[in-house]
């Protein structure tokens, strides 16, 4: 006990009443600031904005919009009543049929007749989408998604959309443009109508080159999905249409509304299963649902956290033996929590739904000190026979000190977040580390108090209260026998197999140029890394994965280079202008900008063609679809059906080849000049859509556009590789025609102007010059970048702290290095389990760049048992007159119990962390949970026994 | 109950009921009591011009009709076209045709000739002249609601509405109170550096009737619309979109006497709509100096498809 913990102790419990009411005080100004809470997912904000994925995507995005895109999908079902046969097959491809393995995502199984029937439904495979309750369903879907609050209807793509149009002849041979489906619905009452309305919506939709591959599922009878256009589309027996989907977009202002619009959502789609469920799948997915849905389920499943609180109670009640020691401590606790989540709502900081592990963290490690210091208090209590005040003053003063340096300890796992440029990490150091500083004054310092002064009756001597259960008498004395006797083999032996294990797992020894440890995936899978695998919305992203051509979206913006198209500034008629200053006249000269140039337009053509070509993009779509698509209608020869053979960028090379129809009968001599065409094709798209109809692909000045595309995968190797190929597939072009002219995403070092937020970034230099690519693959791909410096780097520096913090709070090297090397192995094991979890595919477990904080905040947590143990370890030598055996003992039984105890509540407390739908609590609570159970069992058998191998004098003295 | 019901019934149908099909263009000047149809009939009449033969909006100098889209907080786009309507069509079965040319920007030299049929079952017929492939495309009908080059005005705002989509109602007569909505502060170009855009106050104090006209297609883009019509030219000043009983959209209208007889013949000073929800505007901007009615033209059949590949081919 030194001096500066006796005066603390003295001062607090002199000053108590005005402790407790300031305590009080600020619990409850700060909780008035939870309702400012700003937890959105918004994972453009995650990472450092300098990355160059993260640019991309964020200009992208602020360029062009699309940045929530909900899908809702709606697909006949081929299995119709039963008990519930759709629920089996969710069930059923869970499981791999070769290994068991339930999170193997390669193969999943389809409904099947076989499954069907064993579960009482009848197999009906003849209908198709063409019936009046289906479409007229899927219009009342649109009505009421562009009725949800902050959609933009205009960019809304289904059948029942405005824009979306029928494209064919009249009867008169014209052209002839109509919404697929009428505005009032289909008919209901006259079947004739109704069968003409049908029919013209099948013609417009199945015909349509760029939207059929996105708005519908034509399905061939062994459940695959027809691409458009391949043999047999049109053949209703081949590929028969049994499904339309939705897409929606919906504004920003979702992110800070996500609570109440993920309800109506969920409302409005749960109403539409309610009446059509037992004819239709209806399947939702999309960022912003996606998103808000992790929220929802948190909310949804508070009981789990009533649950976790109500064990920690009944912990503590145990533990402390008696209602005092557990509802003291917990108010407390209480208090740090509803102070921390106030400072998380007052700063407006913007916040994950991963941000749950901080308050139960706070839980957790808020019990586990106030474990220690309420018994110290009971012992003081009850064995001294003093006042209860006086018991109070002694076990602060007694337990400040080991208590301050875990916290310390603790702070520091969450310090060495902040210095990693990503905004999750550090919410988690800045408010993870004011949790536990509040936790020295909440916890340490006031449940003692509190216990002192409502101390019950009968509170001077009560051997009962302090006398070691059986169960931690019984472990003290084996746990002592182990280390001291032959038996230490085996807590060697679990190390030693722990390290064998996790070598073989991460291939340590078989690195590659690109890993030190080839068998730890660091990539994400956003949707398994978001929910586990058989939650609702992950079983909905995966179907919708099955009946569309890809779910996960990618943005190349792409930009005129200034030496090809200046883009002088328009000219001024005001006066202002200093004549000849050069200017641009949109009336008088020449369209300028890179989309006017039909070269440009034919390699973001050439661009799109490979991606749909690449096995893991399934579709794309770009402004040139409705200049091809203008094309096709102008160049077929009148009275004809639109030919997909002029669905083409007309440039010089196309149309040297198609002279029949891009020639003048009157002028055989004449060459229409390919940039005019263009030019004129672009006019008449811009006088003849929507307002906001085409700012998606091409930005108005008609010097910038983006391609989109999705991607039909989540596998994080996969991925990884095709952001790869796209990168090689711009390297492979970079001098061809066209592709020379602009530049495709943007590239380590250059400047960007983001539209929406002002900010000038610059990207850093990632030592490549590949074009980076957007949408949530390059937001993958930058967490990817990220995670592979990050998984070595941030929790070594971490060891590294806490080394030069224990070496001089125990001014001992040795101790410093005794902690170290345990918090080592701990760290060699979690790399061991991500391994593992990436060898199986179970992409909610592997160590992608959500889940690395656990190994930086694991460590500062994992320490405090080491440094409980070592100082309560002097202590007894000191009491014992160095009997190694009796102090250790008497360690085991009061400290170890304690550590043990605290491990318990951990487990406790990191219940809602696992058992919700969430995937990345689940994995920090995994990870955590693994590295804290490795660290209780390393604190009480390795570190006892290498403290008696290596004798530090900080235990036992200058002898 | 039931006279109650009956008399609901009769007041209900003095104030609403349907349109008749087709406005001729030899529709009277109602005089006495109107009904609701009568003043959407008028209306229609006055903005398809049935009291020209023919109206046009051309080129002097460098004054010419502009057509300026905005987005919020970016540049307009302007696009100037020439215009030239013909109501005393000769051809058999045509009630109008309409010539129009753009003469700037990545439209320049497009022509566009529509024809309106006088079988009102028959849809318009639009041809279009596309200079950099020299072929001319035919149009069917577009829809009401699709929006008229890419502007705030759907093509029902402008020509393909007729009373009979809607139910109508009349809300009693008002004072029209301001001045009529203009885009401000237009950047502007070539074409309209020196035109003078500015609000058209002479509206303000006219007597307008109040005419509440309910869209009869289910899910329409507008629920109702409240038009301001002046009670003696039967010109609409304001319209009023409503969708949701919100607001969404407003269109306004500047008209121009032509000084003839017919109290009903004037012509379109300038348009202005805005969409509410996204800030969007568009403005129809035609200075007085281009306007022509009942004008003699040179050129037979000026409105044929010839005109059409021809003309464009002079603008350079």
């Given at each position: 006990m030194n001096n500066f913990a006796k005066r603390y102790a003295a001062f607090a419990i002199a000053n108590r009443k005005l402790i407790l009411a300031l305590m009080a005080f600020f619990t409850l100004f700060m909780g008035y600031f939870i309702q400012d809470l700003d937890i959105r997912n918004d994972p453009d904000t995650l990472l450092p904005e300098t990355n160059r994925y993260v640019a991309t995507n964020a200009y992208g995005e602020q360029k062009f919009g699309f940045g929530n895109i909900m899908v809702v999908g709606f697909v006949l079902k081929d299995c119709v009543g039963g008990d519930d046969p759709y629920s089996d097959a969710d069930q059923i491809i869970n499981f791999d049929p070769e290994t068991g393995l339930r999170i193997n995502e390669s193969a999943p199984v389809k409904m099947t007749q076989n499954i069907c029937e064993a579960a009482g439904g009848a197999w009906e495979t003849l209908d198709d989408v063409y019936q009046p309750w289906f479409v007229n369903m899927v219009q009342k879907a649109h009505n009421d998604m562009v009725a949800l609050k902050h959609s933009r209807g205009n960019n809304f793509m289904d059948i029942a959309a405005q824009k979306i149009k029928y494209m064919g002849t009249s009867e008169d041979g014209g052209l002839k443009f109509e919404r697929l489906i009428p505005v009032a619905g289909i008919n209901t009452t006259d079947k004739q109508v109704a069968g003409t309305q049908l029919a013209h919506l099948k013609k417009g939709i199945e015909t349509n080159p760029v939207l059929a591959p996105m708005l519908m599922l034509k399905q061939a009878k062994d459940g695959r999905r027809c691409e458009f256009a391949q043999e047999g589309w049109y053949d209703d027996e081949t590929c028969k249409a049994k499904g339309f989907f939705i897409v929606g977009d919906y504004a920003d202002t979702v992110k800070s509304d996500y609570l109440p619009w993920v309800t109506s959502t969920i409302a409005l789609v749960d109403e539409i299963k309610a009446e059509h469920g037992d004819r239709v799948e209806v399947r939702i997915a999309g960022e912003p649902y996606f998103l808000a849905f992790m929220l929802y389920d948190l909310v949804q499943k508070w009981w789990l956290f009533a649950i976790s609180f109500l064990i920690v109670v009944a912990m503590l009640w145990y533990l402390n033996k008696g209602w005092r020691g557990s509802v003291f401590p917990l108010i407390g606790v209480v208090a740090t929590i509803i102070i921390t989540l106030g400072l998380m709502g007052f700063t407006a900081y913007k916040l994950t739904t991963m941000m749950v592990l901080t308050p139960m963290l706070l839980l957790a490690i808020g019990t586990g000190h106030a474990v220690q210091v309420v018994r110290r208090y009971q012992s003081e209590l009850h064995t001294n026979g003093i006042l209860p005040m006086s018991a109070a003053e002694r076990a602060i003063a007694t337990t400040i000190v080991p208590a301050t340096l875990a916290i310390v300890t603790d702070m520091v796992g969450f310090f060495t977040l902040s210095f990693v440029d990503i905004s999750f990490y550090k919410a988690y150091a800045y408010f993870g580390m004011f949790g536990m500083m509040t936790i020295l004054i909440t916890t340490t310092t006031i449940a003692p108090i509190l216990m002192a002064m409502f101390p019950g009756k009968n509170t001077q001597v009560d051997a009962s209260m302090v006398e070691a259960s059986k169960f931690e008498k019984g472990?003290?004395?084996?746990?002592?026998?182990?280390?001291?006797?032959?038996?230490?083999?085996?807590?060697?032996?679990?190390?030693?197999?722990?390290?064998?294990?996790?070598?073989?797992?991460?291939?340590?020894?078989?690195?590659?140029?690109?890993?030190?440890?080839?068998?730890?995936?660091?990539?994400?899978?956003?949707?398994?890394?978001?929910?586990?695998?058989?939650?609702?919305?992950?079983?909905?992203?995966?179907?919708?994965?099955?009946?569309?051509?890809?779910?996960?979206?990618?943005?190349?913006?792409?930009?005129?280079?200034?030496?090809?198209?200046?883009?002088?500034?328009?000219?001024?008629?005001?006066?202002?202008?200093?004549?000849?200053?050069?200017?641009?006249?949109?009336?008088?000269?020449?369209?300028?900008?890179?989309?006017?140039?039909?070269?440009?337009?034919?390699?973001?053509?050439?661009?799109?063609?490979?991606?749909?070509?690449?096995?893991?993009?399934?579709?794309?779509?770009?402004?040139?679809?409705?200049?091809?698509?203008?094309?096709?209608?102008?160049?077929?020869?009148?009275?004809?059906?639109?030919?997909?053979?002029?669905?083409?960028?007309?440039?010089?090379?196309?149309?040297?080849?198609?002279?029949?129809?891009?020639?003048?009968?009157?002028?055989?001599?004449?060459?229409?000049?390919?940039?005019?065409?263009?030019?004129?094709?672009?006019?008449?798209?811009?006088?003849?859509?929507?307002?906001?109809?085409?700012?998606?692909?091409?930005?108005?000045?008609?010097?910038?556009?983006?391609?989109?595309?999705?991607?039909?995968?989540?596998?994080?190797?996969?991925?990884?590789?095709?952001?790869?190929?796209?990168?090689?597939?711009?390297?492979?072009?970079?001098?061809?025609?066209?592709?020379?002219?602009?530049?495709?995403?943007?590239?380590?070092?250059?400047?960007?102007?983001?539209?929406?937020?002002?900010?000038?970034?610059?990207?850093?230099?990632?030592?490549?010059?590949?074009?980076?690519?957007?949408?949530?693959?390059?937001?993958?791909?930058?967490?990817?970048?990220?995670?592979?410096?990050?998984?070595?780097?941030?929790?070594?520096?971490?060891?590294?702290?806490?080394?030069?913090?224990?070496?001089?709070?125990?001014?001992?090297?040795?101790?410093?290095?005794?902690?170290?090397?345990?918090?080592?192995?701990?760290?060699?094991?979690?790399?061991?389990?991500?391994?593992?979890?990436?060898?199986?595919?179970?992409?909610?477990?592997?160590?992608?760049?959500?889940?690395?904080?656990?190994?930086?905040?694991?460590?500062?947590?994992?320490?405090?048992?080491?440094?409980?143990?070592?100082?309560?370890?002097?202590?007894?030598?000191?009491?014992?007159?160095?009997?190694?055996?009796?102090?250790?003992?008497?360690?085991?039984?009061?400290?170890?119990?304690?550590?043990?105890?605290?491990?318990?509540?951990?487990?406790?407390?990191?219940?809602?962390?696992?058992?919700?739908?969430?995937?990345?609590?689940?994995?920090?609570?995994?990870?955590?949970?693994?590295?804290?159970?490795?660290?209780?069992?390393?604190?009480?058998?390795?570190?006892?026994?290498?403290?008696?191998?290596?004798?530090?004098?900080?235990?036992?003295?200058?002898? | 109950m039931k006279r109650i019901a009956l008399s609901v019934a009769v007041a209900a149908s003095l104030a609403t009921g349907v349109a008749s099909a087709v406005v001729s263009k030899d529709l009277a000047y109602p005089s006495g009591s109107l009904s609701a149809n009568d003043v959407a009939e008028q209306n229609y009449f006055v903005n398809h011009f049935y009291s020209f033969d023919n109206y046009g909006i051309g080129k002097k100098g460098e004054e010419i009709t502009a057509l300026i889209l905005r987005a919020k907080d970016s540049n307009p786009l302007t696009l100037t076209l020439e215009r030239m309507l013909n109501n005393s069509p000769t051809a058999d079965g045509v009630n109008a045709q309409d010539l129009a040319i753009f003469r700037s920007g990545k439209l320049k030299g497009t022509g566009m000739l529509i024809t309106d049929f006088s079988d009102q079952a028959k849809s318009q017929s639009y041809e279009i002249f596309i200079p950099s492939i020299r072929k001319v495309r035919r149009f069917a009908e577009p829809a009401r609601d699709d929006a008229w080059g890419g502007s705030d005005f759907t093509f029902g705002d402008v020509t393909l509405r007729k009373p009979k989509h809607e139910s109508h109602e009349l809300l009693g007569k008002a004072t029209f109170s301001g001045c009529l909505g203009i885009m401000k502060d237009v950047k502007r170009n070539k074409y309209t550096q020196n035109a003078k855009i500015e609000a058209d106050c002479s509206t303000d104090g006219k007597e307008v009737y109040k005419l509440k006209s309910t869209a009869n297609n289910e899910n329409w883009w507008y629920d109702n619309r409240v038009s301001y019509i002046d009670t003696k030219t039967f010109a609409d000043y304001r319209t009023e979109y409503f969708k949701g009983g919100k607001q969404v959209k407003t269109i306004d209208r500047s008209w121009v006497s032509a000084g003839l007889d017919d109290p009903r013949a004037s012509y379109w000073g300038y348009w202005y709509g805005t969409t509410l929800a996204t800030g969007h505007e568009t403005m129809a901007f035609i200075p007085r100096s281009v306007t022509k009615v009942n004008h003699k033209y040179k050129a037979k059949n000026l409105w044929s498809t010839r005109t059409l590949k021809k003309m464009p081919r002079n603008i350079k």
């Open positions: 472990m003290a004395k084996t746990l002592t026998s182990v280390i001291m006797g032959k038996m230490k083999i085996i807590p060697i032996g679990m190390v030693v197999a722990l390290v064998a294990w996790s070598a073989v797992q991460t291939k340590v020894f078989e690195p590659t140029v690109d890993s030190p440890m080839p068998g730890v995936e660091v990539g994400i899978n956003y949707s398994r890394a978001a929910f586990k695998y058989d939650s609702d919305a992950n079983i909905d992203l995966r179907r919708l994965g099955e009946v569309m051509p890809g779910v996960i979206s990618v943005n190349i913006p792409i930009k005129g280079k200034v030496a090809n198209f200046p883009m002088l500034p328009a000219c001024s008629y005001d006066g202002s202008q200093a004549p000849g200053t050069p200017c641009w006249d949109e009336d008088e000269d020449a369209p300028q900008g890179a989309f006017n140039n039909a070269e440009v337009m034919a390699a973001i053509e050439k661009t799109e063609d490979w991606m749909r070509s690449h096995p893991n993009i399934g579709f794309t779509g770009s402004y040139i679809q409705f200049l091809k698509i203008v094309n096709m209608l102008m160049m077929t020869p009148e009275g004809q059906e639109p030919n997909l053979k002029y669905f083409h960028v007309p440039n010089e090379a196309f149309i040297s080849q198609n002279m029949d129809v891009y020639g003048d009968p009157e002028d055989p001599q004449w060459v229409p000049d390919a940039n005019e065409i263009v030019t004129g094709f672009n006019g008449l798209l811009e006088a003849n859509t929507n307002a906001g109809d085409l700012d998606s692909f091409v930005a108005k000045g008609w010097n910038e556009g983006v391609i989109m595309g999705f991607v039909n995968t989540m596998d994080p190797v996969k991925t990884h590789q095709t952001v790869k190929d796209i990168q090689q597939f711009f390297k492979d072009n970079e001098n061809e025609k066209g592709f020379n002219l602009v530049e495709w995403g943007y590239k380590s070092g250059d400047t960007i102007l983001m539209p929406e937020s002002g900010k000038t970034v610059t990207i850093e230099d990632s030592g490549t010059d590949t074009v980076a690519v957007g949408g949530f693959l390059g937001a993958t791909e930058a967490t990817h970048d990220v995670a592979e410096v990050e998984y070595i780097k941030s929790p070594l520096i971490t060891a590294l702290a806490i080394f030069v913090i224990a070496a001089l709070i125990f001014g001992s090297p040795l101790i410093a290095a005794i902690l170290t090397s345990t918090l080592l192995v701990t760290l060699f094991g979690q790399y061991g389990l991500g391994a593992y979890f990436t060898s199986v595919e179970n992409w909610s477990g592997n160590l992608h760049f959500a889940t690395l904080v656990s190994l930086s905040i694991a460590m500062g947590l994992g320490v405090d048992y080491g440094i409980y143990m070592i100082s309560r370890l002097r202590e007894e030598m000191q009491l014992t007159g160095g009997q190694w055996a009796k102090s250790l003992q008497n360690t085991l039984e009061t400290t170890g119990a304690a550590v043990f105890a605290s491990i318990v509540v951990l487990l406790a407390s990191f219940i809602p962390l696992l058992m919700t739908q969430l995937a990345n609590t689940w994995a920090l609570g995994v990870f955590i949970s693994e590295a804290l159970i490795i660290d209780v069992v390393l604190a009480l058998t390795i570190i006892p026994l290498m403290v008696y191998i290596f004798k530090p004098k900080y235990v036992f003295g200058k002898k | -």
